[in-house]
């Protein structure tokens, strides 16, 4: 059972870029979360979605987008790559009414 | 958006040592969550929390529901190495827990 499954695990990229990490699950969960953590610092929330077709913004959205066209896939778009967005980022699903949280391994993104 | 604030921030404990460490907010949760991070990888649901007042154990740990709903706690005890991680308590926001909002985090650090 594979879970949360996020890719890639390690990407540098260059100020201007753009790039899609992408973040598919196998529990057939509704809900969907894109955050990110910076170094010693906590989890902000950056995207959600409840279901195919519907997403919201979370605290910092600015400088991505996502789509939802499956319950099982939740990519996140960068475009730009600023060095402000040089952190980790995590993919994580849930049931509706469940605070449980299942989540990815991360993929540690470098914009230099 | 809500705010979770954890102290301490970070703490060096003995083996053997209880540890206790809290979270607060600037508005009333109906469900606390309180998660583990292990080095490299995403966090996991340690205990759930549902109502007022409601203590949980989970093994050597505990937390409590404050009775404002605006805080909890959790204590560890008898820590062992494997205690060492980064420890996030959460609040999920909206009627379907559609937002899950993590707190700054508490590093711990077992001293073998």
């Known amino acids: 059972n594979a879970g949360v499954t996020q890719t890639p695990k390690f990407r540098i990229l260059k100020i201007g870029q753009s790039m899609t990490l992408q973040c598919t699950q196998d529990?057939?969960?509704?809900?969907m979360y894109w955050y990110r953590q910076d170094p010693g610092m906590g989890l902000k929330l950056i995207y959600y979605?409840?279901?195919?077709?519907?997403?919201d913004k979370g605290e910092v959205p600015n400088g991505y987008n996502v789509s939802r066209s499956t319950t099982e896939d939740f990519p996140l778009r960068l475009e730009l790559a600023a060095p402000s967005q040089t952190s980790v980022y995590f993919c994580a699903s849930s049931y509706p009414l469940s605070g449980e949280l299942f989540f990815g391994e991360g993929s540690r993104l470098t914009v230099l | 958006g809500q705010q979770l604030n954890q102290s301490p921030q970070s703490m060096f404990i003995q083996e053997g040592e209880d540890v206790s460490m809290n979270c607060t907010s600037s508005s009333i949760f109906n469900t606390w969550l309180w998660y583990k991070q292990d080095p490299g990888e995403g966090p996991v649901l340690l205990i759930a929390l549902y109502k007022a007042g409601e203590l949980t154990s989970n093994g050597r740990l505990t937390a409590q529901f404050g009775i404002t709903r605006k805080d909890s706690f959790l204590n560890i005890s008898a820590s062992i190495p494997s205690d060492v991680g980064i420890y996030f308590c959460?609040?999920?926001?909206?009627?379907?827990?559609?937002?899950?909002?993590f707190g700054t985090g508490t590093k711990l650090q077992v001293i073998p």
């Open positions: 529990m057939n969960h509704n809900y």
């Open positions: 979605s409840v279901g195919a077709g519907i997403t």
């Open positions: 959460a609040g999920p926001e909206g009627g379907g827990y559609q937002k899950v909002t």
